[in-house]
């Protein structure tokens, strides 16, 4: 049977023997590659054959064997004394020079080094190895199997029918009745106008449409323009498209939302802080001032108590702005500040302001977050104008509108709280947003929408510069302090949806910070994910562009 499969390859074999000699020509080795390429048998014996001629050369130095090599093919080991050698003065690896070495006779075999042969071998065999891997290439592997209907692959406009294998590629339902593929690791079912992309055997896209998901392992990854949803075992899921949103139904099993968009330019959770704030997502670590002290958190281990002096501030610095729209505190599609807050703020007193964070010195394009309790004379800035009385104020710059502030009127009315709410002594959750395209500029208080003003969709902010930012006090002229406790304070250069700002309140109200970390975790660089958990018979919607949940 061997001496069959030797016949069978006898020019892999002379083209072998030619390459252990050194003798090939360019011609042979293409000769070979031809051969070999396709054929694993003949793969094989390429690489037996080397190995084998390798472990001869080194038996060459051991004499208790006697080698006749009459043709590859023939070969014996006999054991006991050593014939037909000739004695020489070259050594061999293991020879001690009392026995002459072996001198193998003919011109089938040129003295080659040992080492010589077993780099030839390893050479051979990673060369076999990367001819499978070419053949393997040009045979495309298959993700899943056309179950029912049919489906259009969009690459050349080809019809796929009931039956057909698929690999890697985006395959549309332009048929009016579903179309189902059936994979190793899922199940999918697919309404009519809907695309998937097949990219491996556990990970595909959903470009647009319905699709029904059954998985049958852990970890599938379907893709999504702004986040991505990932199973956690067996599970079987819905997900709809839409313009500007995306439904997630988990119908069994659990399933994670990983959205793509949902870190903080600047984020200070004052765990660490002494004199200095370090900025857990950016660079604009603060300075804190003497009307500053650390105190227990309101989350987490630490918190900042501000008293109501001018040296109450914690200055931030311009986020490496030089110039109008520069540095990391200029936005232009959104933005969201975001803080825990124990105010104990006196609207009788220091001008009427407390400001929770105020960037300035950038001429009208500021950005500030404060108390106030304006007169009608100072009301200037104030859009919609909702009248006197102690507010919360929201202002920054919008093309065509200037600088204008949106105003929580503390008056306990129509759904907004009072201010004797929040200096109740329990720490609240206070954020103010901004969506360009939307064009909604909003305030919440402890997860709910206080507060609201609808521009023109694709409104744009302008904001950035030279000029300073500041926790707690006005970077210009400090006579602007706050009175009472911030922590857990976070900068965003888009607006968080609805879902997302109460999911954080609800983080909060758990020991936990607005990521959903236990509340003393500094959130290493190595762990910056966000995971959303959704259960069986739980819907979820969420933005197309960011993957956060709106609800």
């Known amino acids: 049977m061997e001496e069959e499969r030797t016949e069978e390859f006898s020019r892999v074999r002379e083209i072998a023997e030619a390459i252990c000699d050194g003798d090939a020509s360019d011609e042979q080795k293409a000769e070979l590659h031809k051969i070999i390429f396709d054929n694993p048998d003949a793969q094989r014996f390429y690489i037996e054959y080397m190995d084998m001629h390798a472990r001869l050369k080194a038996n060459a130095s051991n004499d208790t064997f006697e080698l006749t090599l009459r043709r590859i093919e023939e070969i014996t080991l006999k054991s006991g004394g050593i014939a037909n050698y000739s004695t020489s003065t070259t050594s061999f690896g293991g020879n001690n020079g009392s026995t002459p070495p072996l001198q193998l006779e003919g011109p089938q075999s040129k003295p080659k080094s040992i080492l010589f042969v077993v780099v030839a071998l ?95 392992k852990p970890h599938v990854k379907i893709d999504l323009q702004g986040t991505m949803v990932e199973s956690s075992g067996k599970s079987v899921f819905e997900l709809k498209t839409g313009k500007s949103t995306q439904t997630l139904t988990v119908n069994s099993g659990k399933v994670y939302i990983h959205p793509k968009k949902w870190k903080p330019t600047h984020f200070w959770n004052f765990n660490k802080s002494t004199d200095r704030v370090s900025d857990l997502f950016g660079g604009a670590h603060g300075i804190l001032g003497k009307g500053v002290k650390v105190v227990e958190g309101l989350s987490g281990e630490k918190a900042l108590k501000f008293d109501n002096s001018e040296s109450a501030h914690v200055n931030l610095g311009s986020g490496g702005g030089t110039a109008l729209g520069t540095g990391s505190f200029s936005v232009t599609d959104g933005v969201t500040i975001e803080a825990l807050i124990k105010p104990e703020w006196d609207p009788t007193l220091n001008k009427n302001f407390d400001q929770i964070f105020r960037k300035d010195y950038d001429g009208p394009h500021r950005l500030l977050l404060s108390f106030q309790n304006d007169h009608p004379k100072n009301r200037n800035y104030s859009f919609p104008d909702y009248g006197p009385g102690p507010r919360l104020a929201f202002g920054l710059y919008l093309v065509g509108h200037k600088y204008q502030e949106l105003e929580l009127i503390l008056d306990g009315k129509d759904g907004r709280p009072d201010l004797e709410y929040l200096k109740d002594g329990k720490l609240h959750h206070v954020v103010a947003t901004f969506d360009s395209k939307s064009g909604r500029k909003a305030i919440y208080i402890d997860g709910k929408l206080v507060c609201k003003y609808d521009y023109a969709p694709g409104t744009r902010i302008i904001s950035g510069g030279p000029g300073g930012a500041t926790i707690g006090n006005n970077p210009g002229t400090s006579v602007e302090p706050f009175t009472g406790t911030i922590d857990e304070l976070a900068f965003y250069n888009f607006a968080l949806t609805q879902g997302e700002i109460l999911r954080h309140y609800e983080f909060i109200k758990n020991d936990k910070n607005y990521f959903g970390y236990p509340s003393t975790s500094s959130i290493p660089s190595s762990d910056q994910k966000r995971k959303i958990s959704v259960e069986a018979g739980q819907t979820v919607t969420f933005e197309v562009d960011t993957g956060l949940i709106i609800k």
């Open 122 to 216: 390893i050479a051979v065999t990673m060369t076999g190895v990367a001819i499978w891997q070419l053949s393997k290439k040009d045979k495309p592997e298959i993700f899943g199997t056309v179950l029912q209907g049919e489906l259009t692959e969009t690459a050349g406009n080809k019809n796929i029918s009931m039956g057909s294998e698929l690999g890697a590629g985006i395959y549309e339902n332009t048929n009016s009745q579903q179309s189902i593929i059936d994979g190793n690791a899922f199940k999918l079912t697919l309404s009519t106008s809907t695309t998937v992309e097949l990219m491996n055997e556990q990970q595909l896209k959903l470009i647009d449409g319905n699709v029904e998901i059954q998985t049958k």
